[in-house]
């Protein structure tokens, strides 16, 4: 201890002749601290010649200290150090380290401040007591590039499954879903049966367009989930387009069907005031559609009942 004591005073010493052309002065407010306290210890410049550059060599650690931080108060020859140190006891602060170059000339030189004496205690630790931290952890911020790939991994799995859960699923006839039959009854003959009832009902003339127009669309998605089996009354009108455009063998008027949908849903979402033509035109595109899908063989069945007439 005694000969690291020595140490730094012939540092010191020689600090003074080794630097003529720049002066150093370090200071601090306190000289009793514990260990892993911050202590602020000030380094102010003297100049006697005209430089183009100077700044502490310290990065890291300046002998017993560990560099936590270093500030410059704007243009002025002073710079704050934050120092921290786990040591106990007597501990020196080894002269800080500039380094400067003189206006006109290309050489680098080195300057020292002065040394600096500071008593460290230890952390008061009561008798049978537990040892903790000297400060509690830090909780580190989330930052974006932390977040985007989880957050990117749950869209494309709820997209998979959306996927999955509107086309193959549906495709397959899996799920929960149950189409609304009627024991003894085909799907167009209890749709057209229904159709009649709303036209006696007579709610647009009543002034229910919107019921009207919302029963109307619910017999013919009713009458789809009936006759092909695919749950139409859960399904937007470009969902039950889509499907129907996949039918086999069948031909489907796409743009009647289109028509219908629509007109009825910018009555039922859009408070559409449709006129009075389109109230009459909306329930003979309901019988349109369902007798355009009457199965063949009931057709056929009609036709020969006539013929055998």
Known sequence: MVGFRLGMLVIAVASASFAQDVGLRAGAKKKDLRMGEPIIVTVEARLSVELDSIGPLAV????????????REGDNLRWEFELMTIDTGTVFLAPIAFGYVVKGDTSASTAYANSLMFRVSGVDIAEGADIHDIKPPMVAPWRWGDVWPYLLAVVLAGG?????????KRRSGEGTYQPTDTPGKEPHVLALEQLRELEEK????????????????????????GRWKFPALEMTTVEILEWLRDLPDETVDADMIRTFLERADMVKFAKGQPSLEEHTAEVEAAY?????MVPVRVVEEEEESVSAG
Not at 202 to 225: A, D, M, P
Not at 288 to 292: E, G, L, N, P, T
């Open 160 to 168: 998979g499954w959306l996927v999955y859960a509107t086309y193959f």
């Open 202 to 225: 007579k709610l647009w003339q009543q002034g229910n367009v919107k019921q009207h127009y919302s029963e109307c669309t619910e017999i013919v998605r009713r009458f789809f989930e």
């Open 288 to 292: 349109a559609i369902v007798r355009s």
């Open 60 to 71: 890291d650690s300046v002998g017993m200290f560990e560099v936590l931080s270093v500030h």
